[in-house]
């Protein structure tokens, strides 16, 4: 009755640890398959037409660019949100971070989506914006026309970072509205 009982017990953990294995990804990911540079394209090309600006292309020398940034960071073991800075490099840029899980896992396509968050943000009577605006206005940029992304992991693979770099790099000054 109690080995029973036992392995009963072992059986589940070894279930639950498999399930943790498969739903929390902890095997190495290449950094594209997070970047998923087609999906990326597209959700930042729908939310540019919502608003009428012209479509972006993928562009491999930005996006290498971003891959070499995502992997100086690995290497410096950069996780945390606040040691996250730009790679003050000649393009726009926009950096998200997010974790491993079932649904809606970070991602490039995810990131976008996360920044669009920021649209009712944006007054683009007064080219203000209340609150944090600053990487949907990237997103919709017109002066920008190519985008590449790069990715690194942290915490065991758990941590995802998407960097999107942007070129040409709008002006986004005062004066100067994204579209
Ligand atoms: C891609 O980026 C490079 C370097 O910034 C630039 O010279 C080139 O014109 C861009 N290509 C496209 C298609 O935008
Ligand atoms: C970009 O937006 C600005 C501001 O609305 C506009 O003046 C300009 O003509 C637009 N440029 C392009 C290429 O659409």
Known sequence: MSSYGRSFVVVVLTLFCLFLTQAYGLRKVKPIDDVQPKKTLAVHNQIRAAVGVA????NETVAAYAQRYANKQARAGICQFSDMRHSGGPYGENIAAGWVQPKDQMSGPIAAKFWLTEKPNY?????KCKDVCGHYTQMVANQSSSLGCGSFRCHDNE???????YYPMPVG???TRPY
């Open 123 to 127: 007054d683009h009577a007064t080219n």
């Open 159 to 165: 941590l995802i970072w998407i960097v999107c770099d």
């Open 173 to 175: 000054d005062a004066n």
């Open 55 to 58: 479509p972006l292309v993928w």
